[in-house]
């Protein structure tokens, strides 16, 4: 199956700071997601980006399909930011499955 | 918006006991699905269903089984509760279409124990 690898695993930063997530996946998807995980365990959906680029407020997201990878940038970063963020992948139609990486966690500090 | 429900946010159970988890969707969805969550492992695919009635095994199916009468009900089943068992399940749902309709909304999550 599809491989999902984030990195770096964990991230430490000081509030305002700028950060980039990366996403790298094994094989070709027509299905890619961010998710934040609150405190409460809630995925909050942030993007779904199976190619090009995308901004919401302080968030941006990119993938590239052809080089098999995904940034998601968080700028100016808040307390609130803090959490689990994962990536997922997968095909669309019927068999719409994700497999997800297993996250990236990040801590911002005040 | 979309919203997907489950029907409880704590579970404590025994080992042994038959559990029922249920979901909720109210976008008339085709897909859903059930993961489980366990520290250090990320979401796993237990099962998923593309239709009523229908059912399709994900990557850890063993000791779990589901029902799908209706459209937008989804439920877990585990048969008889094992400690290993103990994680944070959670419901999903999409819909079947041209890209964007099948991006995955999740539920708020069920944390079970079993003890």
């Known amino acids: 199956g599809i491989q999902v690898e984030q990195s770096p695993p964990d991230l430490i930063l000081q509030e305002g700071a700028n950060s980039t997530l990366r996403c790298n996946f094994s094989d070709s998807v027509n299905n890619l997601q961010w998710f934040h995980q609150n405190p409460w365990g809630q995925l909050i959906n942030l993007f779904y980006?199976?190619?090009g680029t995308k901004q919401n407020g302080r968030l941006s997201a990119t993938t590239v399909a052809t080089e098999r990878y995904s940034l998601l940038y968080i700028s100016s970063s808040q307390t609130t930011d803090s959490g689990v963020y994962f990536c997922?992948?997968?095909?669309?139609?019927?068999?719409?499955?994700?497999?997800f990486g297993k996250g990236i966690t990040l801590s911002v500090r005040p | 918006d979309v919203k997907v429900t489950q029907s409880s946010r704590y579970l404590v159970k025994r080992t042994g006991e038959k559990v029922f988890l249920e979901c909720v969707q109210d976008?008339?969805?085709?897909?859903m699905f059930w993961y489980r969550q366990d520290p250090g492992l990320g979401l796993r695919l237990i099962y998923f269903?593309?239709?009523?009635?229908?059912?399709e095994k994900g990557d850890i199916p063993e000791g779990y089984s589901v029902s799908r009468e209706k459209k937008e009900r989804f439920s877990l089943i585990l048969e008889s509760a094992s400690t290993n068992q103990t994680s944070m399940y959670l419901c999903a749902s999409s819909s079947t279409g041209p890209s964007s309709y099948n991006e995955q909304f999740f539920g708020p999550g069920t944390r079970l124990t079993v003890l």
């Open positions: 269903s593309y239709d009523v009635k229908m059912k």
């Open positions: 976008m008339d969805h085709e897909n």
């Open positions: 980006i199976p190619s």
């Open positions: 997922a992948v997968g095909n669309t139609g019927a068999n719409s499955k994700l497999t």
